[in-house]
């Protein structure tokens, strides 16, 4: 590597250390500064809530979450795929005929466990 890459890498922790400083930074600037009450109570949308608001979701929604987040992903891996598939060989169509099989079994595995029912 070159003197002046490191000056580039050196740049880039910098700029990572600043970018979540100055957020955290501002937002101390901005808190309530006399809190009472009315300043910290839970807020949600807009709507005071009512009863307790530590209210126990059902597991479902979350591995509900967790099955679209991946497919997500999977969008994101294919995408750019798809784009270089002209420029690509056997090899990468196998690797992802692999890549979209594995899904594909998790996607059953999840059907057939129940994950996928909202109620």
Not at 84 to 102: E, K, R
């Amino acid at each position: 590597m070159q003197p002046n890459e490191w000056l580039f890498i050196g740049i880039f922790f910098i700029v990572a250390l600043i970018l979540p400083a100055v957020p955290i930074f501002l937002a101390q600037l901005v808190n309530p500064k006399r809190p009472n009450k009315m300043k910290q109570e839970a807020y949600e949308c807009g709507v005071e809530t009512v009863g307790d608001a530590w209210v126990q979701f059902k597991v479902q929604y979350y591995l509900y979450a967790l099955v679209f987040l991946i497919f997500d992903i999977e969008m994101l891996f294919l995408f750019p795929w798809a784009v270089a598939y002209n420029q690509l060989g056997l090899f990468a169509l196998v690797a992802m005929a692999g890549f979209v099989g594995i899904l594909g079994v998790a996607l059953i595995y999840a059907w057939r466990k129940g994950a996928l029912e909202w109620l």
